[in-house]
DNA sequence: TAGATTGTTAATCGATTAACAATC
DNA sequence: TAGATTGTTAATCGATTAACAATC
């Protein structure tokens, strides 16, 4: 048992997360693989193999108890220590990030926005500075910051992953669509809209061609 | 040749589509898998049965043209012929993605928005309204809208998915962080930034681990 | 005890990679 | 012609699924 994660799992595992949080809101003291499944529409096997992977908690015929899977989980994927990112680019898309503030329950924590003119903007519940790219090496080498949000346009993503690399920066979330060169010791993890929307567009030519 | 094309593959063609296109921008006229697969950092047989699987056009020794690479990949993932889409929830979120601008590239229109209460918002370029979601079910079915873009919170995400699903759409783009329930035929596709920063966040602590 | 559910070992499936013949 | 690059067929790899023994 607590076997290495693969990615496909590692991904799973909010789903996971968000799905037996839902269900002890409604006061359900433990929970089974087979609950879990049929909710997200996945495997049992495939669920059992996952949940097993992060908890030891696990009782036949009983399952698991709500609150420790929940713990189990919140540990694994590091949702107790928070960590602390950069972003750069405050276009309309850095601010919906930056003002979002949901990444937090993830414990990611932006603590510093930057663009290429540094100027106050207004969110929600605070107002937060952003500042000048000029500014980024300083701040992130004395925060020690290890995660870059990337949201500027395509042509300038490059140099600004660079920057960041260069300055301490170990994992980078790119919404540019462009790919990335980082060494090897160092994570760029894609969110892909454009790959996305192919999955859509494939999905509806499909049917829409069956409706003839 | 022209085979069926798999997820993985789908997904991996507007990425192939970003790098031939800069490649085209320099003046290049012809384009190998090799190269893709240098600049894009994968396996150079992978990217050769990928554009195989789109396009006839590959010539021994030369390689692709470049122009009609391009457009073989264009019109797989269809570009050209653009689809209408309606989205619901002008949060942050819902308005930075209409404000965004850049889907229209890839062949996504968003027609039409929608909050509980309706007003007027300014985008960068032109005013949009966006509509109470009253107006949903009479304008996707007059416009025989497929696609719908879910920016709502979780707790509403499912009740807006019935919504769509019930006036015609059969492909759906889910920024919340929640699991929906559609009919076998209609397609979800989950922006699941949760699964993004699980991905980012365990490689950050093995990296940190190993500092020590 | 009986039965549900667990965790594990083996089988299947699909995607990636390797090998190679075809060809410009 | 020679060599680079294609497309295809076979081998490998990893993830999912199936089978089953263990156990509360």
Redesign the pocket.
């Known amino acids: ?1 607590m076997q290495a994660v ?4 590692l991904q799973r595992l909010p789903d996971y997360l968000n799905c037996i949080k839902s269900l002890q809101e409604k006061g359900i003291l433990t929970v ?3 609950t879990v499944a049929e909710i997200l529409g ?2 049992e ?2 669920v ?2 996952d ?2 992977s992060v ?2 908690g ?7 108890v709500t609150t420790e899977l929940i713990k189990d989980l919140e540990i694994y994927l590091g949702y107790h220590d928070s960590r602390d990112a950069v972003l750069v680019g405050a276009g309309k898309l850095g601010r919906a990030l930056l003002s979002y503030g949901g990444f937090k329950e993830y414990g990611l924590n932006i603590v510093a926005a930057f663009d290429t003119k540094g100027e106050e903007i207004e969110n929600d519940s605070t107002y937060s500075k952003i500042m000048s790219i000029d500014c980024l090496a300083d701040l992130c080498r004395r925060l020690k910051i290890r995660i870059g949000i990337i949201t500027v346009p395509s042509a300038y993503a490059q140099e600004v992953c660079d920057m960041l690399v260069q300055n301490g920066v170990l994992a980078i979330w790119n919404f540019a669509p462009t790919h990335l060169h980082v060494p090897a010791n160092i994570l760029v993890k894609n969110e892909n809209m454009a790959a996305s929307l192919a999955v859509l567009s494939q999905h509806l030519s499909k049917k829409l061609l069956e409706e003839h």
């Open positions: 048992m693969s990615r496909q799992t089974s693989a087979k996945l495997g096997i495939q059992r193999k949940l097993a908890s030891t696990g009782k036949p015929k009983i399952g698991y």
